[in-house]
């Protein structure tokens, strides 16, 4: 699999796309990023740093671009990318014409922006509305698009998007987001969300759920995250800890981290200087919580890295591999 981008999937941001890539390489696929196809030869692909890739079959998946060159010069207004400006209610910008589809240029239902959302389900109801339109129904596209990865206003809470990279339940959660997203929820009407639950299939606190309570915690100080890219900005005085168990620990952890177990923590505070800032980690993030509200309490200043050593385990790998086709 070659790739022009630091990572697959544009949609996802660079830090959700790890476990992607680590997957992908765990099938046995190898994966060449930020690289492109120069040319195509009998049995091979040459790259642009003139490395050849052994191929029998070549598929190329390019994007999508609207086939849009004919109106040029039609008045109809075009965007950068050649689509079609319409309105609200899929009309052009000239009289009594309709576009709808991978053709158009739709307003983003949180920037409000013309964006371009190559996607049958958009299609569908783009296709549904022209169609009312055309019949004397007066009909408005509602768009939906959505990204995972929770974002969200500081300012109320209201999501404003997510990305989710997992298996089995996904589905489920991003189209609560994207509901979310969509009727203008804020994390605190995400923490009120009724979902079906049993032990097999997910936890008495539904990751939707879950998600609304996080916000809130960062909005209220409650929690006060850094990300991996902060990483590298850590002050060199600052105590960098991991809260996990010994065996966890011993498996694998960050670099310059040390060790102190949750469970241990109250009674070896006096091993922390409590003049410096404590940069937190744990395996997901929930133990770093409960050890910065411990330590918080007792006056000190923390950091709880967001995602955990799971997610700087997943770039870590995803990096090293990266070397290694």
């Known amino acids: 699999m070659i790739e022009g981008a630091g990572h697959v999937l544009p949609p996802?941001?660079?830090?959700?796309?790890?476990?992607?890539?680590?997957?992908?390489?765990?099938?046995?696929?190898?994966?060449?990023?930020?690289?492109?196809?120069?040319?195509?030869?009998?049995?091979?692909v040459l790259l642009g740093s003139g490395e050849r890739v052994k191929a029998d079959l070549v598929i190329l998946s390019i994007g999508v671009r609207p086939a849009t060159g004919f109106l040029r010069d039609s008045g109809i207004a075009l965007g950068r990318r050649g689509e079609i400006v319409v309105n609200q209610y899929?009309?052009?910008?000239?009289?009594?014409?309709?576009?709808?589809?991978?053709?158009?240029?739709?307003?983003?239902?949180?920037?409000?922006?013309?964006?371009?959302?190559?996607?049958?389900?958009?299609?569908?109801?783009?296709?549904?509305?022209?169609?009312d339109n055309l019949c004397g129904k007066r009909r408005a596209y509602k768009g939906s698009q959505m990204f995972?990865?929770?974002?969200?206003?500081?300012?109320?809470?209201?999501?404003?998007?997510?990305?989710?990279?997992?298996?089995?339940?996904?589905?489920?959660?991003?189209?609560?987001?994207?509901?979310?997203?969509?009727?203008?929820?804020?994390?605190?009407?995400?923490?009120?969300?009724?979902?079906?639950?049993?032990?097999?299939?997910?936890?008495?606190k539904d990751p939707v759920n879950m998600v609304g309570y996080v916000i809130e915690n960062i909005l209220e100080g409650k929690m006060k995250p850094y990300y991996l890219?902060?990483?590298?900005?850590?002050?060199?005085?600052?105590?960098?800890?991991?809260?996990?168990?010994?065996?966890?620990?011993?498996?694998?952890?960050?670099?310059?981290?040390i060790n102190i177990p949750l469970d241990e923590l109250r009674e070896r505070l006096d091993e922390l200087d409590g003049q410096k800032e404590i940069y937190l980690t744990c395996q997901i993030g929930l133990r770093g919580y409960l050890a910065q509200c411990i330590l918080e309490q007792k006056g000190r200043r923390t950091r709880n890295l967001s995602g955990g050593y799971a997610l700087y385990h997943e770039m870590a790998e995803d990096r090293a591999s990266g070397k290694v086709r």
């Open 229 to 257: 890219e902060d990483m590298e900005r850590i002050p060199k005085d600052a105590i960098c800890l991991d809260v996990r168990t010994r065996a966890e620990y011993e498996t694998g952890h960050i670099p310059g981290y």
């Open 12 to 44: 996802l941001d660079q830090d959700m796309s790890h476990r992607v890539h680590n997957e992908i390489r765990s099938q046995g696929i190898g994966l060449y990023l930020n690289q492109m196809c120069s040319g195509i030869g009998k049995d091979y």
């Open 148 to 204: 995972v990865k929770t974002l969200y206003d500081p300012e109320g809470g209201r999501i404003l998007g997510a990305q989710i990279v997992g298996r089995d339940g996904v589905d489920k959660r991003i189209d609560l987001l994207a509901n979310a997203v969509r009727f203008g929820q804020s994390c605190y009407e995400l923490q009120e969300e009724e979902l079906s639950y049993a032990p097999p299939f997910s936890s008495a």
């Open 90 to 131: 899929m009309e052009a910008s000239y009289k009594d014409i309709y576009a709808l589809g991978d053709a158009v240029a739709v307003p983003h239902v949180v920037s409000g922006q013309q964006v371009l959302i190559p996607l049958a389900s958009p299609a569908n109801k783009q296709g549904r509305i022209v169609g």
